[in-house]
């Protein structure tokens, strides 16, 4: 059976902490837990800024609807106003030097004994359910808008890229593969209300709060830790 794991940018989004989980940026890999443990918390504890915009999708028309979506969706992709969005062959150049952790010695040893932070990094373990530390993720203080996501052994799994705006909104979130694989896109307007895209700049839905819609105001989802 495949396990889940959880984007550490999401946890610090919705301000979660220990034990936390949640549904929006699941990417399946066979060797992880579905136990998180400290989810890496923000660098500020100043509140983010954010307009106040009222939740209107399931009173719009369906042309209004397709409209917005492809509004964010070229925001994302065409248009790459965060400058996160690459291709394999641009993501590999720029990220080379990170696809193997050269101190996964010590950052295994760090995140094994419960390090969540030193004066370098902060890190986030991810255990199997015996206990036994399958995967680890760091954040670095000279790059704080990067979270990379390493096997036990300093093999890069997955990467997560945050627009420079954040922790102020409207920002956005991409995660992907080690091989440059785009597996998620969100464009976070507030911090509730997120509009989701798959690896196929598909859309997937929309959050508000607690709920997901999918493009015909139909709710789809519900995550219990918004």
């Given at each position: 059976m495949k396990k889940i794991f959880v984007s550490l940018f999401l946890l610090l989004a919705?301000?979660?902490?220990?034990?936390?989980?949640s549904f929006e940026n699941i990417t399946t890999?066979?060797?992880?837990s579905d136990k998180q443990i400290e989810?890496?918390?923000?660098?500020?504890?100043?509140?983010?800024?954010?307009?106040?915009?009222?939740?209107?999708?399931?009173?719009?028309d369906q042309t209004q609807?397709?409209?917005?979506i492809e509004k964010y969706k070229n925001l994302l992709f065409e248009n790459n106003s965060s400058h996160i969005y690459f291709s394999k062959e641009d993501f590999k150049k720029e990220f080379a030097k990170y696809y193997k952790d050269k101190d996964f010695k010590l950052h295994y040893?760090?995140?094994n004994n419960g390090v969540t932070e030193d004066e370098d990094a902060k890190y986030c373990?991810?255990?199997?359910?015996?206990?036994t530390l399958v995967m680890y993720a760091i954040q670095y203080k000279n790059n704080p808008t990067n979270a990379f996501y390493y096997s036990a052994f300093g093999?890069?799994?997955y990467t997560d890229l945050m627009s420079k705006e954040y922790?102020?909104?409207?920002?956005?979130?991409?995660?992907?593969?080690?091989k440059g694989q785009l597996k998620s896109a969100i464009y976070f307007i507030t911090k509730d209300i997120q509009y989701m895209f798959g690896p196929d700049k598909e859309f997937q839905g929309i959050w508000y709060k607690d709920k997901m819609y999918d493009k015909n105001g139909k709710q789809t989802l519900t995550r219990n830790n918004w």
């Open positions: 919705f301000g979660l902490g220990q034990q936390a989980f890999i066979d060797e992880t989810a890496i918390e923000p660098e500020t504890n100043i509140a983010p800024l954010q307009a106040e915009i009222s939740f209107d999708w399931l009173t719009l609807r397709e409209e917005n040893m760090l995140t373990a991810f255990y199997f359910k015996k206990g093999k890069l799994y922790p102020n909104y409207p920002y956005t979130s991409m995660q992907y593969d080690r």
